[in-house]
C-alpha cells in the first residue's frame, strides 16, 4: 500500500547506511519490523510476576509422565528433533 510520509532524510540516511540497507524503503521497513518486535517482547517483559506459579508443580514428573505418554504416540527425541 503506497504510503507519503514526511520523514527526516538525515535519520533515514543515516538507518540505511547503519543496516546497510540498498534502499530506502528496505531501512524503513526493517526499522519498523525491528520497532514491532522490541514492542512485543516488552510486552512480555511487563507480564512477569504478574501470573502465580503452582509451587507444587513437579516439571520432572510431568516430562516423565510425556515421555511414557501412550505407545502409539512418539515422542520428539524419538523421531530425533533433538541432538543426541
Do not use: W
Amino acid at each position: 500500500m503506497p504510503t507519503n510520509l514526511a520523514l527526516d532524510d538525515r535519520l533515514i540516511e543515516e538507518a540505511r547506511l547503519a543496516g546497510r540497507h540498498k534502499t530506502k524503503k528496505e531501512a524503513v521497513t526493517a526499522a519498523l519490523d525491528e520497532y514491532v518486535r522490541k514492542r512485543k517482547q516488552m510486552r512480555i517483559l511487563e507480564a512477569f510476576g504478574t501470573f502465580s506459579l503452582d509451587p507444587a508443580y513437579n516439571y520432572k514428573a510431568e516430562r516423565q509422565r510425556k515421555a511414557s505418554g501412550s505407545p502409539g504416540k512418539s515422542s520428539r527425541r524419538s523421531r530425533g528433533a533433538y541432538p543426541s
